[in-house]
């Protein structure tokens, strides 16, 4: 996809907490439409460089730009499920509408085209006949979804997503990747994944970046995911999930 324009780069970027660095110039581009797949075990910096690219992390060397100058206030992000979320005492469609705020500036309220494309996207996401429900008493998927839907609500362009797929029950998990491939797919967004589910996570995606806990270049891999499939970390770390999720099923079934 290389005569599509840049969403974001980032250039030598350097992400670290006090005396410690977890990411040493780390540069790669992604242009519309693309779809990159962060992989990495916990404590390698995944959901530091998120947070970076959302302007809420400040790089200690290196830069991030973006193609628009509004691109970083109109960013989608779906952020891992947490205790808060499922118990914000709002209604589907109030949560979904919500991202547009980021784009609103002094406005207290949400245009007709705004209402429209909230309204459209639900559909979309199979989530409209919830929309007058209370956002906590939904279960987890369709709460997911009520969090995409409003991601989508903020962006046209870019998509962050931690770990989508954490903490949902297989069948909703499955559901879930297949609509977020279906999106990438259909509308043409670039997609910054964040994932332990390796084998979903993959399918689809253009490029893969695997941190590990060393911070350097060398320590670390950036390429398609065809390229990754075939690279001894690729393989390690396929077959190392693989063995987990079978342990994981030894044990229920005990």
């Known amino acids: 996809m290389q005569g599509q324009l840049p ?7 350097c992400l670290g907490y006090e005396r ?16 990159l797949c962060v992989l990495g075990e916990n404590g390698t910096g995944k959901s530091t460089l998120l947070l970076a690219l959302l302007g809420l992390k ?53 245009t007709r085209e705004q209402r429209a494309r909230a309204g459209e996207i639900m559909a979309q996401l199979g989530v ?16 997911r979804r009520v969090l995409l839907a409003r991601a989508l609500c903020a962006t046209r ?26 999106l990438h797919k259909d509308k043409g967004i670039a997609v910054i994944q964040v994932s332990h589910e390796v084998e979903s996570a993959l399918d689809g995606a253009d490029y893969v970046l695997h941190l590990t806990r060393g911070a350097f270049e060398g320590d670390r891999f950036f390429g398609t995911a065809e390229e990754y499939r075939a690279s001894p970390l690729g ?14 099923r030894r044990v229920e079934y005990e």
């Open 7 to 13: 969403v974001l780069e980032c250039r030598a970027l």
């Open 20 to 35: 410690r660095e977890v990411l040493h110039e780390l540069s790669f581009v992604l242009r519309e439409g693309e779809r």
């Open 58 to 110: 400040r790089p200690t060397k290196g830069e991030i730009i973006y193609g628009a100058d509004s691109a970083r206030r109109q960013i989608g992000y779906l952020p891992q499920q947490l205790a808060v979320q499922q118990d914000f005492p709002a209604r589907a469609v109030e949560v979904v509408r919500s991202g547009f705020l980021g784009a609103m500036g002094p406005k207290a309220w949400y």
């Open 128 to 143: 409209a006949e919830l929309a007058d429900r209370c956002f906590r008493e939904l279960s987890g998927g369709q709460q």
């Open 157 to 182: 362009r870019l998509l962050l997503l931690d770990e989508p797929e954490a903490g949902l029950d297989p069948i909703a998990a499955k559901e879930l990747a297949q609509l977020i491939r279906a």
């Open 235 to 248: 393989q390690d770390y396929m077959m190392n999930c693989r063995a987990g999720r079978q342990a994981a």
